[in-house]
């Protein structure tokens, strides 16, 4: 696939039949867009509609650096059910250190990624996604040889600082890539592939943990290769741009636009009432599914999550990226007060598919739709900022979620359910305000109304 992707970058699309190819040179297209396209962009304000392909749009980077995210998620995703029993089973760790080694390993991400926002902005990109994906691989090996509980302390908190480090370069870089009008569906096909393998990972994980008679260990070091797959992968990207003296500019300097700070605020409020998934397995559990049921429920989330994920940036490059986002958050309302009100554990089939759409329709939609409200020589510190700030707040509902939680779940769910639906409605209603320019944004913010 990515050959074929390759190809088409070296052999420019002719203008007289722009559908016969599916990728595009980002360069050139930006250079040749009108500014009312740049105006557009996230407003529902589209650019006249054009023959397209179906992955039209998708540069060379975007699709190597998505299959990069493939290989590394399906190393992690393969770990996720296994470290807390590999903690707790065989290294002898109490429940506590669990939660203290995740919060941690979490709160790490958060910071990191508002730190390698800004180095992407007067760094080049490329090398910070290599060396975050390289410390995320060589952490699971260094889980495999723990014999303590400290040493996965210190492997996790190496792990999620790689995935600080890389996440907001990777989310600057496709950006820079990536013709306007294809903002939406670039992102939807990075995570569509990332979670993709989410689904592979915890399904080799399963089926290894069977063949290779319950043993926990052997599992880190399995998951190392599709790890250092991804690494390799980054050799294929190819960064351009601006040198990395950037940082000396003005306009790496100055106070970000006020509507990026009105959606931002607002994202990190919803992020208060989203607490883990780790809460909704317990749940999951709590309402009897046996852990192999589990493992099968979450795989099945995840592939709802990447089956929409591509559609979801593809509409979303042609309404206005909010109502998209506010359909995710009503999904999530659904999701939540559905899972805190039943009492059995069929519902959870049906409830953590539709739960998948949530992600779907927000995680790369909200990267596109932030990305739309920064002047492009501020589109890493704005993403990592906006990245730290929502993993700060999900690490606050995590406490307050824990802390409700009491047997079964039930009041944390019901509450962030009820307070998602108000925000949804007021999304849909009222949205339009968050996007508006303030006084003299106009000059120096990006011009959308997305």
């Known amino acids: 696939m990515v050959i074929a992707f390759e190809n088409s970058i070296h052999s420019p699309p002719s203008v007289t039949d722009p559908s016969s190819i599916c990728c595009i040179d980002a360069d050139a297209e930006a250079t040749a867009a009108p500014l009312w396209h740049r105006r557009a962009m996230g407003s529902g304000e589209r650019p006249p509609d054009r023959p397209a392909g179906l992955f039209a749009g998708l540069t060379r980077n975007v699709v190597v650096l998505s299959w990069v995210s493939f290989f590394q998620d399906a190393a992690s995703e393969m770990l996720y059910p296994v470290l807390p029993l590999f903690l707790t089973g065989v290294l002898g760790a109490p429940a506590s250190v669990v939660g203290l080694i995740e919060g941690v390993a979490e709160g790490t991400a958060s910071v990191m990624k508002a730190v390698s926002g800004r180095l992407a902005d007067i760094r080049r990109r490329r090398p910070l996604v290599a060396t975050g994906y390289g410390i995320s691989s060589i952490s699971k090996l260094v889980i495999g040889f723990a014999t303590g509980w400290p040493l996965v302390l210190v492997a996790r908190f190496a792990d999620r600082f790689g995935k600080g480090l890389r996440t907001s370069p990777r989310d600057a870089l496709i950006v820079a890539d990536t013709p306007l009008e294809h903002r939406g569906r670039a ?4 995570r569509a592939l990332d979670t993709a393998g989410a689904v592979v990972g915890p399904l080799a994980g399963l089926a290894l943990y069977e063949a290779l008679d319950h043993r926990l260990r052997p599992l880190f070091f399995v998951a190392f290769v599709p790890a250092a797959a991804s690494v390799a992968l980054i050799g294929l990207v190819r960064e351009h741009g601006a040198p990395p003296d950037r940082g000396s500019t003005p306009q790496t300097r100055g106070p970000l636009p006020r509507r990026y700070w009105r959606v931002v605020l607002f994202l990190t409020l919803f992020g208060l009432a989203n607490f883990s998934d780790a ?7 709590a309402l009897g599914l046996s852990f192999v049921g589990i493992i099968l429920a979450y795989a099945l989330y ?26 995710g958050l009503a999904i999530f309302a659904v999701a939540y007060i559905g899972l805190g009100a039943v009492s059995s554990a069929g519902w959870v089939w049906f409830l953590l598919p539709l739960y998948g759409g949530y992600p779907a ?49 039930r009041v944390p769910l019901l509450m962030s359910g009820v307070v998602v639906a108000g925000l949804a409605i007021a999304l849909f209603l009222r949205g339009a305000r968050l996007e508006q320019d303030g006084a003299g944004e106009g000059a120096h913010g990006p011009q959308s109304g997305s």
């Open 187 to 190: 992102f939807g096909f990075n």
């Open 279 to 285: 809460l909704l397995i317990l749940r999951a559990k």
């Open 302 to 327: 995840n592939v709802s999550y990447a089956f929409l994920s591509y559609p979801a940036g593809v509409i979303s490059d042609r309404v206005p990226r909010r109502l998209v986002f506010a359909t």
């Open 361 to 409: 329709l927000t995680d790369g939609v909200g990267k596109a739709w932030i990305a739309d409200l920064l002047p492009e020589e501020r589109v890493g510190s704005g993403l990592g900022l906006y990245q730290g700030l929502a993993g700060g707040a999900a690490l606050i509902a995590g406490v307050w979620a824990g802390l409700a939680w009491g047997s079964n779940g």
